[in-house]
């Protein structure tokens, strides 16, 4: 057989190529490949969304042990970038007694956070001010979106640790998230999303919980998809239909299946993502049958109970 590959051979199992060639995941077979070459996920290279659902396809098939099935996902904060310093007890006091703005700022997060911060604290809060150079309001933007990420999560009163605000700081960085509006409008998009995600919850028969990180990449990348809610509830009822139980991979499956043919709504995936008709003949039947009329009125009523569902909670949030 002619050598098509010029610089070498990456081995793969031939049940791991079976797995990823019946499931058909473009996302699952460039991440295996990705894996079995550098030995670790391409964070910071894929969008969070689409590396949590390739991941989540692994995990399916079974080609990714359990940790790297539930390894964060968030990049490094240095990632690509420089090491902070290691701020001594002299940097901190010059920074403290030099009458500049680092001083009133640890005094607002302090106010902020509820408690005096340690030199641990200020260590990290210097590194988001001095080493990434975020302005002070801009700081003080991210610590108050910090404390109400933790009470929207875990309750009132909780309040974020510092290495927690230091984290998401990377993040802004790296995100360009820099100047006031800039945060102002990163943090409009993030409590929309937080609103979105719970009208998604709803429409999955979930309890109200903030979403791990694997379901939060999941229903961001739905809803940037553009699907209305009747398409995403139709989808849900497939799945469960399915599997008997919501699956997030599977339901994904679905939803990037009928994103690809442009079917966003009910009305085009009936029209559009329909069982194929044979010549002369109803879907998915021999020629010259037709279905039962009670099959087609289960039908109607199923469609008609979901689109009174639709509208009842379009009214309820009305």
């Not at 590959?5 to 699952?28: F, H, N």
């Not at 604290?121 to 910090?146: G, I």
């Not at 979930?206 to 209305?228: C, H, I, N, T």
């Not at 299946?257 to 079917?263: D, I, Q, R």
């Amino acid at each position: 057989m002619a050598d098509y590959i010029p610089d070498g051979i990456l081995s793969m199992t031939s049940g791991a190529a079976d797995r990823l060639l019946q499931k058909g995941d473009g996302d699952a077979a460039l991440l295996y490949l990705h894996l079995l070459r550098r030995g670790s996920f391409p964070v910071g290279k894929w969008p969070e969304a689409r590396l949590a659902a390739a991941r989540s396809v692994l995990a399916e098939l079974g080609l990714v042990t359990k940790e790297a099935e539930t390894a964060p996902l968030s990049a490094p904060e240095q990632s690509g970038e420089a090491l902070p310093p290691d701020y001594t007890a002299d940097d901190l006091r010059q920074e403290l007694e030099n009458g500049g703005a680092f001083p009133h700022l640890a005094a607002e997060v302090e106010r902020r956070l509820g408690r005096k911060l340690t030199v641990a604290d200020l260590k990290a809060l210097l590194t988001v001010y001095d080493h990434l150079a975020l302005p002070a309001e801009v700081v003080l933007l991210l610590v108050n979106w910090c404390v109400e990420e933790t009470e929207r999560k875990y309750g009132a009163g909780r309040k974020p640790r510092m290495s927690q605000i230091r984290k998401e700081a990377f993040l802004w960085r790296r995100l360009g998230v820099d100047t006031a509006e800039a945060a102002d409008g990163y943090v409009r998009r993030r409590s929309e999303m937080n609103k979105r995600q719970k009208e998604l919850f709803r429409l999955l028969d979930l309890p109200p919980r903030p979403p791990v990180e694997k379901e939060q990449a999941y229903l961001e990348a739905w809803d940037s998809m553009g699907f209305e809610d009747a398409a995403i509830r139709l989808a849900y009822e497939k799945t469960v239909l399915k599997k008997q139980t919501l699956n997030w991979a599977y339901m994904n499956s679905i939803l990037k299946n009928w994103h690809a043919k442009g079917l966003h709504t009910v009305a085009a995936i009936q029209a559009g993502d329909g069982p194929r008709r044979t010549s002369g003949g109803a879907a998915g039947m021999a020629p010259g049958k037709a279905p039962r009329p009670e099959q087609d009125e289960r039908a109607k009523a199923s469609m008609e109970r979901l689109r009174r569902r639709m509208r009842q909670e379009q009214e309820e949030k009305g």
